[in-house]
């Protein structure tokens, strides 16, 4: 999809500096877009994260915070305590 968006700008480009009449790239067609379903944690399993934290594991806690926060791993690792 990026290629065909990007074969369509310089197709424009080329229109408008007179190098061709046609922009070629308006003819490519693409398959459907096929996108895996996200899966998020379970509730269960969320539970079982919370009994897992509450037992001393506190490596837990960063997964918990990442499920509850829709935080990134690099966006939690820029994080400050003194923020």
């Not at 424009?12 to 046609?22: C, G, T």
């Not at 067609?29 to 509450?54: G, H, M, N, V």
Request: contains cysteine; hydrophobic residues 35%; charged residues 30%.
């Amino acid at each position: 999809r990026d290629v065909r968006n990007l074969l369509s700008l310089m197709g424009q480009h080329v229109i408008k500096h007179e190098l061709a009449e046609k922009n070629r790239a308006e003819y490519i067609t693409l398959p459907p877009c096929t996108t895996a379903e996200k899966r998020a944690f379970s509730e269960e399993e969320t539970i079982k994260l919370w009994e897992d934290y509450q037992q001393g594991h506190l490596f837990t806690a960063y997964t918990l915070l990442m499920i509850y926060t829709g935080m990134r791993p690099g966006e939690l690792k820029q994080m400050r305590k003194d923020a």
